[in-house]
């Protein structure tokens, strides 16, 4: 349960300096997943604990591409920060059918090797993680509405795993997903 509450407290840290878009968060992005790796084992949430690894591995590349304009697939912008843009009609196809493959694939795995009580339900949240965290890296802001789903998805089936504490934290997440993205949208007005 210490695990589970400091998971929260650095969740609450992460999610005030993501709603200021602060490139900061990227370093609460690395803590709490670290936290969370144990607490999500120990509850047999094992897409979750997969997840974590994920969000360690797109916090490193979050701080690069804010920081830079880095990105994978496309130019560069030296030297610049990336500013808080749409999701272009491309990436949502993308992301889309990454959604779906990555879902499936989640649920065959917990489906047949592990003793996963929630598949479905835990591959759903794993799989939309994945696209909203990419989103966040490349800072679109209808990051938002994707986690608004999952956060509240995710609170469900929190609050089923006896995980309460961190159930309440997406609850929370939720609400101020709602009120980040009219932050953000704020933010881009003015950076444009």
Not at 54 to 80: D, H, N, Q, S
Not at 100 to 112: E, G, K, R, S, T
Not at 134 to 146: C, F, G, H, N, T
Request: aromatic share 20%; with cysteine.
């Amino acid at each position: 349960m210490f695990l589970e509450i400091l998971g929260v407290i650095t969740g609450v840290i992460y999610l005030w300096l993501e709603y200021r878009a602060s490139i900061y968060l990227w370093i609460a992005g690395i803590i709490m997943p670290a936290i969370y790796l144990f607490v999500y084992y120990d509850a047999g949430l094992y897409a979750d604990f997969g997840i974590n690894i994920y969000y360690l591995l797109i916090a490193l590349y979050g701080w690069v591409a804010w920081k830079t304009g880095f990105t994978v697939f496309g130019k560069k912008e030296p030297k610049r920060e990336l500013r808080i843009s749409h999701a272009p009609r491309t990436a949502w196809i993308k992301t889309s059918v990454a959604f779906v493959a990555a879902m499936l694939l989640i649920a065959y795995a917990l489906i047949n090797y592990t003793d996963s009580t929630v598949p479905w339900s835990d591959s759903f949240t794993t799989a939309l993680s994945i696209v909203g965290m990419w989103m966040l890296a490349r800072k679109y802001i209808e990051q938002w509405w994707v986690w608004c789903v999952v956060d509240v998805a995710s609170s469900a089936l929190y609050v089923y795993k006896g995980l309460h504490f961190t159930a309440i934290l997406y609850a929370v997440y939720a609400i101020i997903a709602i009120f980040g993205y009219f932050k953000w949208k704020k933010l881009m007005q003015n950076e444009g």
